[in-house]
């Protein structure tokens, strides 16, 4: 066998297929190779550098080499869309309004620079005018710094259309537009922008549409306790707590009710209910103090004072509270120490709000 194996190797007639074989595993190992690694493409584009000195905070640098490109090339595609961008950028809205208007001009697809000019039209103080172009971009875009849906809601707030601003926010948490939340979330957004009355409104209809809706009666109730309706308040914190009875918020505000009227035992007890479903909110602790305080309960509240103080040590509240309580106690060293302090902390507050 050996003598014949030889024979054929010498006419190659297993030669052949041998040689085809390597040379078909050395193709397929070559496949297999990875690609050589490719040197970055260089950006080409005109704005790089004035883009780099945005990135870096140079506003004025950047502004200053964009505008320098548009005296050499004045129809530079994409300058004006790149000059409003770093406007807005620096917050100088009403320059990024004149550069992005331009840029939609010449070109009605970019939607970037549209939802630019309606950011810009907003934090100028023209809501109106913002309306059209963020109507037009539901996107959100990562150089405009903020959501644009939530912009556009705030928007219709600001120009009294309520319907399509109750729209806007039910996009944006994914809810029906007709429904209970609709009417919540609208709510709470139109409370923050202090349009107090309509706030009630929706906040009734949300509560209406469905009773047992978290949220609805205890925004209420903040609503009432800020325009001291203070047995309103009360009723409606009551029929928040049978809907969530978990809720800590609810108990602190209901027990700040109940201080108003001076019902401090029963403050007392719904603030200890409210500590004990979450011990991180300094407000209770503070409330705690000042209702120990009225009952004549010092050491206590000294205690719960100094809880809060731990957890919150520039709440200048907490500190003049202290210093009252000190002051009850005859210990007058402390007491001044608290309320210079609680001062100081006002004085720091008023100069950097």
């Not at 005859?330 to 210079?340: A, I, P, V």
Request: with cysteine.
């Amino acid at each position: 066998m050996l003598a014949l194996f030889r024979c054929c190797a010498a006419v190659g007639l297993i030669g052949l297929p041998v040689v085809t074989a390597i040379a078909e595993q050395s193709a397929s190992s070559q496949q297999a190779l990875p690609d050589a690694p490719q040197a970055p493409a260089k950006d080409k584009s005109p704005f790089v550098n004035a883009r780099r000195l945005s990135e870096a905070g140079k506003f004025d640098e950047a502004i200053a080499e964009l505008q320098d490109l548009a005296t050499k090339n004045p129809a530079q595609k994409g300058l004006a869309a790149e000059l409003g961008a770093t406007y807005y950028k620096k917050a100088d809205y009403l320059k990024a309004v004149e550069s992005l208007k331009k840029a939609v001009e010449e070109d009605p697809t970019d939607n970037e620079s549209t939802q630019l000019l309606g950011l810009s039209y907003y934090l100028a103080g023209r809501p109106k005018e913002a309306v059209p172009y963020l109507e037009k971009v539901q996107s959100w875009y990562p150089r405009a710094n903020v959501d644009a849906a939530y912009i556009l809601g705030v928007c219709y707030i600001q120009t009294k259309d309520y319907p399509h601003a109750r729209q806007a926010f039910a996009r944006m948490f994914d809810v029906p537009g007709d429904s209970a939340a609709s009417y919540l979330f609208t709510a709470r957004m139109l409370l923050r922008q202090e349009f107090d009355p309509v706030a009630e409104e929706y906040a009734q209809k949300a509560a209406q549409l469905d009773p047992k809706l978290p949220g609805a009666h205890f925004l209420l109730g903040e609503l009432y306790l800020y325009k001291s309706r203070i047995p309103e308040a009360i009723a409606e914190f009551q029929k928040e707590l049978a809907v969530d009875p978990a809720n800590a918020a609810a108990y602190y505000k209901l027990a700040d009710a109940y201080s108003r009227v001076q019902k401090f035992d029963d403050a007392e007890r719904l603030l200890q209910r409210s500590i004990w479903l979450d011990a991180t909110s300094t407000g209770p602790y503070i409330l705690l103090g000042k209702v120990l305080e009225k009952k004549g309960e010092l050491d206590l509240a000294v205690r719960a004072l100094q809880r809060a103080a731990t957890m919150d040590p520039n709440n200048p509240m907490t500190h003049h509270l202290l210093g009252q309580t000190y002051r009850d106690m005859g210990k007058k060293e402390e007491s001044d120490t608290e309320l210079r302090l609680a001062e100081q902390l006002r004085t720091r507050q008023d100069a950097h709000p």
